[in-house]
T-cell receptor, first 114, second 111 residues
Framework: GAGVSQSPSNKVTEKGKDVELRCDPISGHTALYWYRQRLGQGLEFLIYFQGNSAPDKSGLPSDRFSAERTGESVSTLTIQRTQQEDSAVYLC????????????FGAGTRLSVL | GQQLNQSPQSMFIQEGEDVSMNCTSSSIFNTWLWYKQDPGEGPVLLIALYKAGELTSNGRLTAQFGITRKDSFLNISASIPSDVGIYFCAGSGGSNYKLTFGKGTLLTVNP
C-alpha cells in the first residue's frame, strides 16, 4: 500500500482480555517500529524490528507485551491480560534502508480498556 | 533515560502571526526531527536536522539544531488555519532508530 496501515483503528476491550494489533508497513521498508502514545503525551518507543535481526525490545513496558514480525512484512503487537493503564494509541512506523530516523507512521490503533 | 522538554504546551494565535516552539534535552542528540500530528492521524515528518548549528527551511517552516546538540526550535511564519495540530520534536542519540519524543505543542490558529 501507499502508507503504513494499522488495524483495527479502534479497539475496546475488557480488563484482563488479550488484544492483537496489526501493522502493515510500507512495501520495501526493512525496519518497523511500535510506539505507544498516552493521552496528552509524546510517543514512547516500544520495539524495533530490522530485517531478520533480533528485535530491540527494550521499550516494552512489561512481559504482558510482545510483538512479532514475519520477515519484512506484517507485524502484530499483542497485549495479554490488558489493564486500564494500557489504554492509549498504539502507533506503528516503518523506515527504509539507513534512514532509520526518517520514520513513516500509520494512523494508529486507539485501545480502550474498560 | 533521555527526556525532551517541549514548550509551550499550547498556543492560541491569530491567522498570519508567526509561531515559535522549542525543545531542550538533558543529553546530546545526533538528530533532531519535527513532526506534526493531526487528529486521528499518525505524526508526519516536517523537518529533519543532522548537524549542530544546522538551520533548515521547508516552506513557511524553519528549524534549527542547537550548537550544544541539546536543543532545537521550530518557527512557523504567517500561520494559516491548516497549521492547526500538535507539533512534536523528536531526537535520536546513539541508537539512530530509537526516537525520543517531546510531549507536543498544541497549536490553534484563529481565522
Amino acid at each position: 500500500g501507499a502508507g503504513v496501515s494499522q488495524s483495527p483503528s479502534n479497539k475496546v476491550t475488557e480488563k484482563g482480555k488479550d488484544v492483537e494489533l496489526r501493522c502493515d508497513p510500507i512495501s520495501g521498508h526493512t525496519a518497523l517500529y511500535w510506539y505507544r502514545q498516552r493521552l496528552g503525551q509524546g510517543l514512547e518507543f516500544l520495539i524495533y524490528f530490522q530485517g531478520n535481526s533480533a528485535p530491540d525490545k527494550s521499550g516494552l513496558p512489561s512481559d504482558r507485551f510482545s510483538a512479532e514480525r514475519t520477515g519484512e512484512s506484517v507485524s502484530t503487537l499483542t497485549i495479554q491480560r490488558t489493564q486500564q493503564e494500557d489504554s492509549a494509541v498504539y502507533l506503528c512506523a516503518s523506515s527504509f534502508g539507513l534512514a532509520q530516523n526518517i520514520q513513516y507512521f500509520g494512523a494508529g490503533t486507539r485501545l480502550s480498556v474498560l | 533515560g533521555q527526556q525532551l522538554n517541549q514548550s509551550p504546551q499550547s498556543m492560541f494565535i491569530q491567522e498570519g502571526e508567526d509561531v515559535s516552539m522549542n525543545c531542550t534535552s538533558s543529553s546530546i542528540f545526533n538528530t533532531w526531527l519535527w513532526y506534526k500530528q493531526d487528529p486521528g492521524e499518525g505524526p508526519v515528518l516536517l523537518i529533519a536536522l543532522y548537524k549542530a548549528g544546522e538551520l533548515t527551511s521547508n516552506g513557511r517552516l524553519t528549524a534549527q539544531f542547537g550548537i550544544t546538540r541539546k536543543d532545537s526550535f521550530l518557527n512557523i511564519s504567517a500561520s494559516i488555519p491548516s497549521d492547526v495540530g500538535i507539533y512534536f520534536c523528536a531526537g535520536s542519540g546513539g541508537s539512530n532508530y530509537k526516537l525520543t519524543f517531546g510531549k507536543g505543542t498544541l497549536l490553534t490558529v484563529n481565522p
